[in-house]
């Protein structure tokens, strides 16, 4: 992809997302905390799910984002506060975050995605491709947590 085009693609997803941000501002009501942020590269993401409340909202707003990630141990915990990195085709980084609970979406042009997740010392890549009009639903699976020793 030309980076001119690029830049303008994710322009135009900017400004469609940009009123799905303040949509969720102003519907979520007092005691759902969810992080609704856009990046730099104009890529709109919301994160959180700690709760039944959090829970339900992302669901009610799922359908206007095209990634949805869940993440989870391999023990089938949720976790979050898991750092998340998505670069395009071309290695460009257009998400770098942290998703504050086990849900995280984002919406994005079409094409080709690279993400990487790490929670803790433990890293998840998955490379994906995004159609048109759909949502991909992905679970990252991470390695559990290795317990210390109590000290003598």
Do not use: W
């Not at 030309?2 to 005691?31: I, Q």
């Not at 799910?49 to 669901?59: I, K, V």
């Not at 042009?109 to 790490?118: D, E, H, K, L, M």
Request: with cysteine; proline share 5%.
């Amino acid at each position: 992809m030309l980076p001119c085009y690029r830049r303008r693609t994710h322009r135009f997803v900017a400004s469609l997302r940009t009123g799905a941000l303040l949509a969720l501002s102003l519907s979520t009501g007092e005691g759902v905390a969810l992080s609704a942020d856009s990046s730099p590269a104009g890529i709109a993401y919301v994160s959180g799910g700690f709760g039944e409340e959090e829970l339900e909202e992302l669901r009610r707003i799922s359908p206007s984002y095209n990634l949805s990630l869940t993440f989870a141990t391999r023990g089938g915990a949720y976790v979050g506060y898991v750092d998340i990195r998505i670069l395009d085709a071309g290695g460009e980084v257009l998400v770098d975050t942290q998703a504050e609970g086990p849900k995280f979406l984002a919406g994005l042009p079409p094409g080709v995605y690279r993400i990487s997740a790490t929670h803790g010392q433990h890293q998840v890549q998955q490379t994906l491709t995004l159609d048109t009009g759909r949502q991909r639903s992905l679970t990252l699976f991470f390695a559990e947590p290795t317990q210390m020793a109590p000290a003598e």
